[in-house]
């Protein structure tokens, strides 16, 4: 992870001992909102909300957790992304997570925009806990209202809506998640 970080450059380098020091610190903590709750906090108050035109200067752009540290900023992907990289770096089960791919009614905008987000399900039978870049809290699912689930997807399935039904595998239908999860564990994740 050192080596990928400082090929990234300095500011990845730098934010790497934070980031290291949370990963190790998430499994002492007591309990999986805990452990939410520290790495939502981690990337929203690191990294600023910016369009990947005005950070990469191409339209649609899905960055490691390391390419994301380094700029400082990024969209909604990349902060889905880096949690999720990092709760399952941290020994989290994968079927407890998934990128949420949404419809968000954004106040002001007068229409749904495309977000993501990323999902937490204790089990398959409870409702799923969000963390988001656009709140500071971890909430549940049925607390925002803002948001409409058109797929959801983790590094071994693919679902439609927030459902339990699979709907194909993610690394063959999604090519932009392929090449990013390829990169995230080549980074050491």
């Known amino acids: 992870m ?8 300095p500011a990845a380098t730098a934010a790497l001992a934070d980031l290291q020091a949370l990963l190790l610190a998430l499994p002492a903590m007591g309990s999986d909102a805990q ?7 981690f990337f929203n108050r690191r ?7 005005e950070v990469w200067g191409q339209e649609d752009h899905w960055a490691t957790p390391l390419e994301l540290l380094q700029k400082g900023q990024g969209d909604c ?25 949404v ?10 925009q495309a977000h993501m987000v990323l999902a937490y399900y204790a089990s398959a039978r409870e409702e ?3 963390l988001d870049n656009l709140r500071p809290e ?3 699912a049925s607390e925002r209202t803002d948001l409409q689930p058109v797929f959801s997807f983790n590094s071994e399935g693919l679902w439609q809506g927030a459902g339990q039904a699979p709907a194909g595998d993610p ?8 090449d990013v999860w390829a990169k995230i564990l080549e980074e050491g994740f």
């Open 2 to 9: 050192q080596a990928a970080a400082q090929s990234q450059g």
């Open 35 to 41: 452990r939410l709750q520290a790495v939502n906090q």
């Open 47 to 53: 990294i600023r909300f910016h369009s990947d035109f």
């Open 77 to 101: 992907e990349d902060y889905a992304i880096a949690k999720y990289a990092t709760l399952r770096a941290s020994g989290m089960q994968v079927q407890r997570l998934r990128l949420v791919y």
């Open 103 to 112: 419809r968000a009614e954004m106040p002001g905008q007068g229409r749904a």
């Open 128 to 130: 799923p806990l969000i």
């Open 138 to 140: 971890v909430q549940p």
């Open 171 to 178: 690394l063959a239908r999604l090519s932009r998640w392929r």
